[in-house]
């Protein structure tokens, strides 16, 4: 870890580099600035593979109604397991929020 004493952040980086610490005030500055960047944000505390698996959008889901429409028998199939065949297509999701908007899909597509 790096004295802060040494180098401080209002020091300007000329007079660091005469003194041939450029790659430490960077360090030091970087160190700073992570330090000042605690974040209230529940999803700070996620692992970072769950911010890149985006949720579904609506389009998305609309989508994947109208295939699993094309293939399934109306005469058999429930809203239930339409619902559950959704959630299925992705599994890492929950989508109970979006239970109603998949259902109000589902009656249009069908209508």
Not at 1 to 15: D, G, I, K, Q, R
Not at 72 to 79: I, R
């Amino acid at each position: 870890m790096l004295n802060s004493s040494v180098f401080t952040a209002n020091e300007p980086l000329a007079c660091v580099q005469r003194r041939g610490g450029g790659q430490h005030f960077l360090l030091l500055m970087l160190s700073i600035l992570l330090a000042g960047e605690e974040s209230e944000h529940s999803s700070d505390d996620e692992p970072l593979i769950k911010i890149l698996r985006k949720p579904p959008t609506e389009d998305q889901l609309r989508e994947t109604v109208k295939k699993l429409l094309e293939t399934a028998n109306l005469e058999e199939v429930t809203m239930k397991q339409l619902c559950k065949k959704v959630n299925e297509s992705y599994p890492d999701h929950d989508l109970s929020d979006k239970k109603e908007y998949i259902k109000k899909t589902v009656k249009e597509l069908i209508s």
